[in-house]
């Protein structure tokens, strides 16, 4: 049963656009996830968020940014898209007890920069 | 930082058969060890996951073997069904971050030939 919930499931944008990927979770989870996964699969974490405390993987570019308003909400802001941009972003949560806890993925966004 | 090496890209197996997936990890305070499965075209969801204080745990058709000597860490599919071809991604999560961080394989395509 889906509990991460993600809106859109598919955006398709131009060059220089910005676009913003809405994330829910009703698990009552202190953490969230947004991860993008490449057209080879490949699963690279972006940021995590817990408590207003945000982790950023330093590689990802300073055009992305997350944006949350409640610990049930972690929503991602990609300021001037550019074509490597493209990929499917999955955002997820987990309890934060500092135990070790499984994540929960929502279906995705399909983000094609043209 | 981790390193997770899943080291088939691909598997393919006749119906009925027994498919074996094999990951490394190079981090000692890796201690959480959850395996995901990705149909096509849909998202990740958890299978089963195994933690250090354990050497196997056994979920039905689903087997997760670690050998904390060897970094090394594996799932079984016994009987394995069409319903199973899928991408399987391993990870693992230290206890030194409280568990927030989850750092994946590439991903195994697996295939059951009916």
């Known amino acids: 049963e889906t509990a991460v919930f993600q809106t859109p499931n598919y955006h398709v944008t131009q060059v220089g656009n910005e676009v913003s990927f809405n994330c829910k979770q009703t698990l009552g989870h202190d953490t969230m996830y947004w991860y993008k996964q490449d057209s080879k699969k490949l699963l690279k974490i972006m940021f995590s968020y817990n408590n207003k405390q945000l982790i950023v993987n330093e590689t990802v570019p300073r055009r992305f940014s997350p944006q949350s308003s409640d610990k049930a909400h972690l929503n991602l802001r990609i300021k001037s898209v550019e074509p490597e941009d493209s990929a499917v972003y999955l955002c997820?949560?987990?309890?934060?007890?500092?135990?070790?806890?499984?994540?929960?993925f929502g279906s995705g966004t399909r983000l094609t920069v043209l | 930082g981790e390193k997770v090496e899943q080291h088939q890209s691909t598997l393919s197996v006749r119906e009925g058969d027994s498919a074996v997936i094999n990951c490394t990890y190079t981090d000692t305070a890796s201690s959480y060890f959850p395996w995901y499965k990705q149909e096509a075209g849909k998202s990740l969801h958890f299978v089963i996951d195994i933690r250090s204080n354990v050497d196997r745990k056994q979920s039905q058709r689903l087997t997760v073997l670690l050998d904390k000597k060897a970094k090394r860490f594996s799932l079984h599919i016994t009987a394995t069904q069409p319903e199973d071809s899928a991408i399987y991604f391993c990870a693992a999560s230290p206890s030194n971050t409280g568990y927030q961080n989850f750092y994946f394989g590439k991903g195994t395509s697996l295939t059951v030939i009916p």
């Open positions: 997820a949560s987990r309890t934060g007890t500092g135990g070790a806890e499984t994540l929960y």
